[in-house]
């Protein structure tokens, strides 16, 4: 059965320091990767997503990820990391063959002056 | 365009009381999900419907809650004698076909007194 691990319940980085949030997935064949953010009091919004092709994806807000095969992970990173990116943060993975797409428990991101 | 749209966007209620939450998913999109979400917490997944198959009731937390899709598009969770652990917001997202991105919707925020 798929799962999907956020080993980090909530990070607290500095404004303008790099991030990396953590993401695990157990699926035997190539999933479907996606990452989701959720600010306080809004609804979720995609940030990127991981289907086929380059390993490296781009997405929303200056937000890349890393799908590594041989780590079952996809790491969500950003450079610079800017106040307005507080928030929740949600690892998804789907795949093909009747399965859905299940979420992770979440990573809260707290930006320090 | 018109993203998800789920009503009432509050609901207070007594306990005891039944509550019916509606969503309306993007036209075309054949999955829909429904979710809850406490306060502070990550999604719990609740049902999943796509297109004319039988849903995925995995998440349903007790016989009290249940949930339909009438002619592939709106959807209605409902939840019958509602208990006060039933507060929380309850989320529905649809997508274009199953794995693809989810949208969500803002969600329904349900508070039992």
């Known amino acids: 059965a798929q799962s999907v691990t956020q080993p980090d319940i909530h990070i607290t980085v500095s404004e303008g320091a790099s991030l990396e949030l953590r993401c695990n997935y157990s699926?035997?064949?190539?999933?479907?990767l996606f990452w989701y953010v959720q600010s306080p009091g809004q609804g979720l919004q995609l940030l990127l997503k991981?289907?086929?092709?380059?390993?490296l994806v781009q997405g929303i807000k200056g937000f890349e990820a890393e799908f590594k095969r041989s780590q079952s992970s996809f790491n969500l990173r950003k450079p610079s990391v800017h106040w307005s990116d507080a928030a929740e943060y949600f690892c998804?993975?789907?795949?093909?063959?009747?399965?859905?797409?299940?979420f992770g428990a979440g990573t809260r991101l707290f930006v320090k002056a | 365009g018109a993203g998800v749209s789920q009503s009432p966007s509050n609901k207070v209620t007594e306990k005891g009381k039944d509550v019916e939450l509606r969503c309306d998913p993007i036209s075309g999109h054949t999955a829909l999900y429904w979710y809850r979400q406490s306060l502070g917490q990550g999604l719990e997944f609740l049902i999943y419907?796509?297109?004319?198959?039988?849903?995925?009731k995995s998440g349903l937390p007790s016989d009290r809650f249940s949930a339909e899709r009438t002619g592939g598009s709106v959807s209605t969770l409902t939840i019958q004698r509602t208990q006060q652990e039933d507060s929380a917001v309850y989320l529905c997202a649809s997508s274009a076909r199953q794995n693809q991105p989810q949208h969500f919707g803002d969600g329904t925020r349900l508070s039992i007194l």
């Open positions: 998804a993975v789907g795949a093909e063959g009747g399965f859905k797409t299940i």
């Open positions: 419907f796509q297109g004319n198959s039988a849903p995925d």
């Open positions: 991981y289907f086929s092709g380059d390993t």
């Open positions: 699926y035997g064949a190539t999933p479907y």
